[in-house]
T-cell receptor, first 113, second 109 residues
């Protein structure tokens, strides 16, 4: 009964390095989301997906790419990390119909130095 | 563009001292309003969904209400374990959430 699982939980990157954050959900949800949370800024949507093979931009998409090759997984990539991308990243998922609430993972704390 | 504003930013209560948190919103068409609880180092945890003005939902010491312009989260006789950040959010057409900045609640024993 894992729900939404994010990997890794912590990471330190040097400026210019790349990395991929993995989100996996076992609830057969259609929709998946990536948010970032910064002090004083709240949670902001980066990218989202309404189904396997689809992605769309959110409020703050610049510097990030995503892929949804399998329904249960949603990947967030940073091609060239910048200090401004230091944040806590949350993945979430929800049903496409019926119940509307989103379920969140535990977060990934990323520091770019 | 959907907007969500929460107040106060922080609230300190004595155990047993009831109070309310406010969430005001501006949306083109309300598809619901969500309340979440977030503990330090954790992801947001779903509490309630409200869909129409006048609707109320309760869970233990928490009661959420909704009007056409705002929602309230009433906390009755809080305990220290109710300390957390409470977030409200409204969904877009793809259920993507626009969040408020949250109210950090501290309940002192």
């Amino acid at each position: 009964n894992a729900g939404v699982t994010q990997t890794p939980k912590f990471r330190v990157l040097k400026t210019g390095q790349s990395m991929t954050l993995l989100c996996a959900q076992d609830m057969n949800h259609e929709y998946m989301y990536w948010y970032r949370q910064d002090p004083g800024m709240g949670l902001r949507l980066i990218h989202y997906s309404v189904g396997e093979g689809t992605t769309a931009k959110g409020e703050v998409p610049d510097g990030y790419n995503v892929s949804r090759l399998k329904k249960q997984n949603f990947l967030l990539g940073l091609e060239s990390a910048a200090p401004s991308q230091t944040s806590v990243y949350f993945c979430a998922s929800s049903y496409g119909t019926g119940r509307t609430e989103a379920f969140f993972g535990q977060g990934t704390r990323l520091t770019v130095v | 563009e959907d907007q969500v504003t929460q107040s106060p930013e922080a609230l300190r209560l004595q155990e047993g001292e009831s109070s309310s948190l406010n969430c005001s919103y501006t949306v083109s068409g309300l598809r619901g309003l969500f309340w979440y609880r977030q503990d330090p180092g954790k992801g947001p945890e779903f509490l309630f969904t409200l869909y129409s003005a006048g609707e109320e939902k309760e869970k233990e010491r928490l009661k959420a209400t909704l009007t056409k312009k705002e929602s309230f989260l009433h906390i009755t006789a809080p305990k220290p374990e109710d300390s957390a950040t409470y977030l409200c959010a409204v969904p877009g057409s793809a259920r993507q959430l626009t969040f408020g900045s949250g109210t950090q609640l501290t309940v002192l024993p």
